[in-house]
């Protein structure tokens, strides 16, 4: 099987004041259908940067994103549009939410704009709220409820419309401990029943949830981490070890 995301040579230049800086710079790598890739690396690195471009929110300079084999990176803005809508799942530090609407209007807001019948669009809502314990607060505002909650919120809007991909960007950023903790085991359980995750993150404890680490340093890879069978506990040491050794010492 192909994998379902391919990411081949990127290239991010940005030009200010007539000097060229490349943020991302030659990154290469594959994700699997079924992955949970962690990706890591210090303030500045293009984790950023790597997540818009490979979430379609912004273009590459240089070079190719297949997604299931399709070429995003050579799509035109209206069909990216659709592509994002119909098969990527987004959630963010900060929730991005919209505060006039209820629980229940933001998780079904990508279907607003798709043709999926009112039925079946209530129940999706219902039977992920029922999946991730958010149906008491259905008809509540955003300003209502826990960080926790909100966050339990984006994972159902990211989910509604069964995207083939989700980007996570510091999805924990928010969070207290608890609340990431829950939210970290969400993601990890979503990624058992195959739901294929891509988590940028600058946390190691976070990241020890992933089955991979990528870790990215001045544009470029650096170093992968793959968990294997070992703990998720034994995992964390890894990657804090590796954190403390320096993740740049060895080319991917
Ligand atoms: N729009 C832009 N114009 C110019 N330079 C930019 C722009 N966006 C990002 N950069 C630069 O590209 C580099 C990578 O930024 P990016 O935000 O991707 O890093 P990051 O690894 O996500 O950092 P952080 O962990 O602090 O969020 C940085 O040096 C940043 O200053």
């Given amino acids: 099987m192909n994998p379902l995301l391919q990411v081949d040579?990127?290239?991010?230049?940005?030009?200010?004041?007539?000097?060229?800086?490349?943020?991302?710079?030659?990154?290469?790598?594959?994700i699997d259908h079924g992955e949970f890739v962690g990706i890591?690396?210090?303030?500045?690195?293009?984790?950023?940067?790597?997540?818009?471009?490979?979430?379609t929110i912004d273009t590459p300079t240089d070079g190719d994103i297949f997604v299931d084999g399709e070429n995003i990176a050579k799509l035109e803005e209206e069909a990216l549009s659709d592509f994002r809508?119909?098969?990527?799942?987004?959630?963010f530090q900060d929730y991005n939410l919209l505060d006039s609407l209820t629980?229940?209007?933001?998780?079904?807001?990508?279907?607003?704009?798709?043709?999926?019948?009112?039925?079946?669009?209530?129940?999706?809502?219902?039977?992920?709220?029922?999946?991730?314990?958010?149906?008491?607060i259905l008809d509540q505002?955003?300003?209502?409820?826990?960080g926790g909650q909100k966050q339990r919120t984006a994972v159902c809007r990211a989910l509604i419309s069964n995207p083939k991909l989700i980007f996570a960007d510091e999805p924990t950023g928010a969070l207290d401990s608890k609340s990431?903790?829950?939210?970290?085991?969400?993601?990890?359980?979503?990624?058992?029943?195959?739901t294929t995750i891509m988590m940028v993150t600058h946390d190691a404890y976070a990241a020890s949830f992933c089955r991979r680490v990528l870790y990215i340093q001045d544009g470029r890879l650096s170093k992968e981490l793959i968990r294997g069978t070992t703990s998720r506990d034994a995992f964390y040491q890894t990657i804090l070890d590796e954190l403390k050794g320096g993740a740049s010492d060895d080319a991917v």
């Fill in 85 to 91: 809508r119909d098969h990527l799942g987004f959630i």
């Fill in 40 to 55: 890591m690396g210090p303030s500045g690195a293009g984790k950023s940067t790597l997540l818009n471009v490979l979430a």
């Fill in 103 to 136: 629980v229940r209007e933001n998780i079904l807001l990508p279907l607003a704009v798709t043709k999926t019948p009112i039925d079946e669009t209530r129940s999706r809502v219902e039977a992920l709220a029922h999946r991730f314990g958010i149906t008491a």
């Fill in 9 to 30: 040579a990127i290239q991010k230049t940005y030009t200010t004041g007539g000097h060229a800086f490349n943020a991302l710079d030659g990154v290469s790598f594959t």
């Fill in 180 to 194: 990431a903790t829950d939210l970290l085991q969400t993601l990890a359980g979503l990624n058992e029943a195959e």
């Fill in 141 to 146: 505002y955003p300003y209502q409820i826990s």
